[in-house]
RNA sequence: GCCGGCGUAGCUUAGUCAGGUGGAGCACCCGGCUGUUAACCGGGCGGUCACCGGUUCAAAUCCGGUCGCCGGCGCCA
């Protein structure tokens, strides 16, 4: 007999046979009677194992054996109210495949303690649906760009360019000269454009700023797109018909995961373009209604977001931030004093989870933003050479993917959404 | 980097204000129970009170310092 999965066999009817594998979840013992919850990749069980069914060996086995232990079980299925589920399986072959040792993670735990064990706590309901949801959004992100054209690149992470803006860099000893990793894809993909037109990555990023917040990875799964003949308007579509199509498709094929993060599928099903977007200035005269005082030329912090989207059902997107707040790769809009370029905010107080623009492709207005941040110019040359030869309007963006899982799953922390959390305190284990 | 909080058994904690032999629940072990749902009942094992120094007859407790972690801000996706 095949093992089946658990999912599965809670399907079958009374009175048939299955043979499962798995973990003991839980168990509970009274007097001839054993009660072990088994739990696979794709759900749980109750198994009860009973003296005298099984022989005194098994039944002392499953009497030793400690919650995580792997065990091999076959048995019939029957319908018992009492059962959680409904349903349960009565044991005539019980086998410990690897007797666990006492499991450090029992009923209470603390934020510290579940860090220091997260090899283990994977095992978790919760995090257990987490990961199950991030491979689907990547499976409807991958999806999406197949669907319109998109061919997918594998940028290198390790790079000589100190990159963009003034973030914090990684750096490293690359066989005797100075290395940094990768932060953005962008420049790379921006080269890719001229021969594949539209071009998106998935690779790690790494952040060296002591940020500590909860929306803050030191590394984390950089999603990055290109698009020749693309403008700064076109971007900010591509962009709000993809997180449509990752939240419908998750609103579909999803729903026990989320449902059980505390996400409702309806919410996910209501986000569909077109999103609201705004100027920055407007934006600006939104928070100085709420008391926020603020200047223009000023970045907006994690409050401001908040009091963007607290009450928004929908993404919304902020755009034409002013020049000196972005980069230097941004295209300067007809008004000068502001950049095409769009951020993407998260409702519900999530805050920004793309940014994007349409690139620049004046070569001495990027040297004179360069020179202001004090960029060594000599490291964009290459760079350069993508405007010298056959430039077109072209935009892009890139998404934290690990801050959609925040949003989709409504994490309370992004540590959630990615499996060894990487901190400004802890890259163990 | 700045501000705040915390650190007592494997885990979660009481005790710290007001110095005087560190208690409990969970986990684990032993025993009991033929329907448990975080099972229950009885017993047992388990402590460098984060670390270093000081005050004191006496320090988990008071004072000084160090380390670690958490939360928020700044910075950023």
Same mark, same amino acid.
């Given at each position: 007999m095949e ?8 399907k079958?009817g ?8 798995g ?7 009274t007097?001839?009677l054993?009660f ?12 009860v ?9 098994e039944?002392n086995?499953?009497k ?11 048995g019939i299925?029957?319908?018992?109210e009492r059962a959680?589920?409904g ?10 495949v ?11 735990q ?5 860090l220091d ?6 095992r978790s309901?919760?995090l257990t649906e ?5 491979s689907?959004?990547?499976?409807f ?6 669907e319109n ?9 390790i ?10 860099v ?5 066989f005797?000269?100075p290395?940094? *990793?990768?932060?953005?894809a ?19 990023s790494?952040?060296?700023?002591k940020?500590?917040t909860?929306?803050? *990875?030191?590394?984390y799964?950089h999603l990055?797109?290109?698009e ?13 018909e993809?997180?449509?199509?990752v939240c419908r ?7 026990p995961?989320?449902?059980?993060l ?7 099903k209501?986000?569909e ?6 100027k920055y200035?407007?934006?600006l ?13 000023d970045?907006?912090g994690?409050?401001h977001?908040r ?10 997107f ?14 300067i809009?007809?008004?000068g ?6 951020d ?8 920004e ?7 620049e492709e004046?070569?001495?207005?990027m040297i ?11 490291n964009y040359?290459?760079y ?12 892009g ?17 992004i540590r959630?959404?990615?499996p ?10």
């Amino acid at each position: 007999m095949e093992f089946e999965k658990i999912e599965n066999a809670l399907k079958k009817g009374e009175g048939e046979e299955v043979r499962i594998r798995g973990w003991i979840y839980r168990k509970r013992r009274t007097g001839k009677l054993i009660f072990a919850v088994i739990r696979d990749s794709s759900g749980i069980i109750q198994t009860v194992v009973e003296k005298g069914k099984v022989s005194e060996e098994e039944f002392n086995d499953a009497k030793k054996a400690l919650i995580e232990s792997s065990v091999e079980v076959e048995g019939i299925i029957h319908e018992d109210e009492r059962a959680p589920g409904g349903r349960e399986l009565h044991v005539t072959k019980f086998r410990v495949v690897s007797f666990a040792e006492d499991f450090p993670i029992t009923e209470h735990q603390s934020v510290e303690f579940l860090l220091d064990n997260r090899h283990l706590w994977l095992r978790s309901r919760k995090l257990t649906e987490v990961m199950k949801l991030k491979s689907e959004i990547l499976r409807f992100i991958r999806e999406w760009f197949h669907e319109n054209d998109f061919y997918e690149v594998t940028p290198s992470v390790i790079t000589m360019n100190a990159a963009e803006g003034g973030a914090t860099v990684f750096s490293f000893d690359y066989f005797g000269q100075p290395a940094y *990793l990768s932060q953005t894809a962008q420049m790379y993909l921006e080269a890719m454009i001229f021969s594949l037109e539209r071009v998106w990555s998935l690779t790690p990023s790494f952040r060296a700023e002591k940020s500590r917040t909860r929306r803050h *990875l030191i590394e984390y799964w950089h999603l990055e797109a290109e698009e020749a003949w693309v403008d700064n308007k076109k971007n900010m579509d591509l962009q709000e018909e993809m997180i449509s199509h990752v939240c419908r498709r998750v609103a579909e094929e999803c729903k026990p995961q989320i449902e059980f993060l505390g996400r409702k599928a309806e919410e996910l099903k209501a986000i569909e373009p077109p999103f609201p977007r705004i100027k920055y200035e407007r934006a600006l005269e939104i928070l100085r209604e709420k008391g926020f005082e603020i200047e223009w030329g000023d970045d907006f912090g994690v409050p401001h977001e908040r009091a963007l989207v607290e009450e928004e059902e929908k993404p919304i997107f902020v755009t034409n931030f002013p020049v000196e707040a972005k980069a230097f790769y941004m295209k300067i809009a007809p008004d000068g004093k502001t950049v095409e370029c769009a951020d993407m905010l998260a409702p519900e107080g999530y805050g920004e989870i793309i940014g994007g623009s349409e690139r620049e492709e004046s070569i001495e207005s990027m040297i004179e933003r360069l020179k202001k941040d004090g960029a060594n110019i000599e490291n964009y040359e290459w760079y350069f050479d993508l405007r010298r030869y056959g430039s077109v309007p072209h935009s892009g963006f890139g998404l934290g993917v690990e801050r959609l899982v925040y949003w989709i799953a409504k994490l309370d922390h992004i540590r959630d959404a990615t499996p060894f959390p990487r901190l400004l305190r802890r890259a163990y284990p």
